[in-house]
């Protein structure tokens, strides 16, 4: 059966059983399904016939004297895992919550008032490990808040790096420079170091702790170079601080994988981190203004009320991929018009990776004489298989660097209509649109589901049609079944059926997919949604 006809028995939420006739081997089907973001050249790539045919055996289908059958062998087993759809709605709000946070932030912190009220965040893994990252802190050196989100790609060491540094770079760049004295002077004597983020940090979160000294001593190198700087004075703007923080880390992450470190495990870390690679969208946020950071195809959405009591969404990020024409334009103009037809094609860069922007992926930009040696100085001590690396050149590797991290900044003055902004990896893209994702947050929020006046041409519907629009609309006015906003986007995300309601069925299919298929009908899926302080942006005279 084709992936296609699985595909829409998935969607549709079937009661079945999926057994694989053939195993693949750890390695080709590890590169598929750990990494479909990057895809391997033809000689790493999965072949699906060598996984051999996908049978879909429907449950409701046996008889009496094959189920009897069915009983004594307990069930058909695949080489992999069996699928049991039906999940209670108990069991269904489990898998959606675990990994919720909700965080209210005070209005006047101390250093000024605060344009977040709170915020609210979720992730849903389809890889294993997951693959996304986020976090949230406050600038207690300067002023506002950051919030990121990251989606890791060829595992997830790159995303988990750029997630504990990358708030840090860009905070440090925005203090004056009297503050990075004080810190460098209690560097020097020993003492007590003021924290530069007040981290808003969930209950799951993993950091580096053996590279903790490593990341210390570049954050503080950077600092010193500003403090060298005559230009430094009183921070950088937020957009500067930005664009400077991802160039600056991306260098770093550069630099660490080629330089001699403490020991093989750190080393073995740097690997990994390089080799590896992340997208990242990034927000600042201050009293009157938020600055969006993004390299890659994740995105940022701020959900507007309008005068009617509508939403609508300003998207404050654009895409990084091969549906942003001015981004391959923008790539091919960088390399010889000989390899205009080579630099992207079927869709990715060189081939192989979907976003044209990122963290890591020294693939994509090392020569092939620097990847060579620095994998050969590991072989003695390291097992390259162990970290996971891909052990191959993408094809018309001619002139490189063909992929950099330089983000694309946007700013925009918040307004009182300005409600919420919601920032999530590709993962949620991929399923909802702006508009929908901003209506869906907006109607949580104020309760409220406007439903548009029956129209002449569909008051002359028939009756399929017509049960079609009413069950869209009894959809529009369910009550949430979540108080987190980032699970609500999440639910309907996954469960969206065919006309527009919310599918037990399908969710139960999409959270019960086991590991080895989960990641072919979704992808790792991380949303925070940043609730406004709308007042502040009121003139004073109302």
């Known amino acids: 059966m084709s992936r296609r006809v699985c595909a829409s028995l998935l969607h549709r939420g079937a009661r079945c059983t999926l057994t694989l006739s053939h195993s693949t081997s750890p390695l080709q089907y590890s590169h598929f399904v750990g990494a479909p973001r990057y895809r391997p050249p033809p000689a790493l790539r999965w072949n699906y016939s060598s996984w051999g045919p996908l049978q879909i055996r429907p449950v409701t289908s046996l008889t009496g004297e094959e189920s009897g059958s069915w009983s004594q062998s307990k069930r058909l087993r695949s080489t992999r895992q069996d699928i049991d759809f039906m999940l209670s709605s108990v069991q269904i709000n489990g898998f959606l919550r675990s990994n919720e946070q909700s965080v209210s932030v005070s209005e006047f912190d101390g250093r000024g008032l605060c344009a977040v009220r709170k915020f609210e965040s979720n992730q849903l893994a389809a890889n294993t490990p997951n693959e996304d990252r986020h976090t949230a802190a406050t600038c207690l050196q300067s002023k506002g808040m950051l919030f990121g989100v990251f989606d890791g790609h060829g595992g997830w060491a790159c995303a988990q790096a750029v997630s504990e540094r990358l708030l840090l770079y860009a905070a440090v760049a925005m203090m004056s420079k009297q503050r990075l004295e004080e810190l460098e002077k209690c560097m020097e ?63 770093d992450i550069s630099l660490e994988a080629q330089v001699p470190l403490y020991n093989d495990l750190m080393k073995s870390t740097a690997i990994q981190v390089a080799f590896s690679g992340c997208t990242a969208c990034v927000a600042h946020i201050s009293t009157d203004r938020i600055h969006v950071a993004n390299s890659g195809d994740s995105r940022a959405v701020l959900g507007v009320l309008e005068e009617d009591g509508s939403w609508s969404a300003l998207p404050l990020s654009l895409d990084h991929n091969t549906q942003n024409q001015a981004e391959v334009e923008r790539i091919k103009a960088q390399h010889p018009p000989s390899e205009r037809n080579t630099v992207v094609t079927d869709d990715r860069l060189l081939g192989v990776l979907m976003p044209l922007r990122g963290f890591g992926d020294v693939r994509f930009k090392w020569s092939l004489e620097l990847q060579q040696s620095i994998l050969a100085s590991l072989e003695s001590g390291v097992d390259l298989d162990s970290l996971n690396l891909y052990q191959y050149t993408p094809p018309n590797y001619l002139t490189p660097p063909y992929l950099d991290v330089a983000p694309e900044v946007t700013h925009h003055k918040l307004r009182p209509q300005d409600r919420f902004l919601i920032l999530g990896t590709d993962g949620l893209w991929d399923e909802l649109g702006n508009e929908e994702a901003v209506r869906l947050v907006g109607e949580h929020m104020s309760g409220i589901h406007l439903q548009a006046p029956v129209s002449p041409s569909e008051r002359q519907m028939k009756l399929g049609q017509m049960h079609k629009l009413l069950l869209k609309r009894q959809t529009r006015a369910s009550p949430a079944l979540d108080t987190n906003a980032a699970t609500h986007l999440i639910r309907h995300a996954l469960g969206t059926g065919e006309y527009g309601e919310l599918s037990q069925e399908r969710l139960a299919t999409m959270l019960t997919l086991p590991e080895d298929l989960a990641r072919m009908y979704r992808d790792d899926i991380t949303a925070t949604v940043v609730y406004l302080n709308s007042d502040l942006a009121r003139p004073l005279h109302s």
């Open 189 to 251: 004597h020993g003492g007590a170091v003021p924290p530069i983020l007040q981290w808003y940090k969930h209950h799951a979160d993993f950091n580096y702790r053996e590279c903790a000294s490593l990341y210390i001593d570049h954050l503080r190198v950077f600092w010193q170079e500003l403090l060298d700087s005559e230009e430094h004075g009183e921070g950088m703007s937020p957009a500067d601080a930005l664009e400077w923080s991802f160039k600056r880390l991306d260098a």
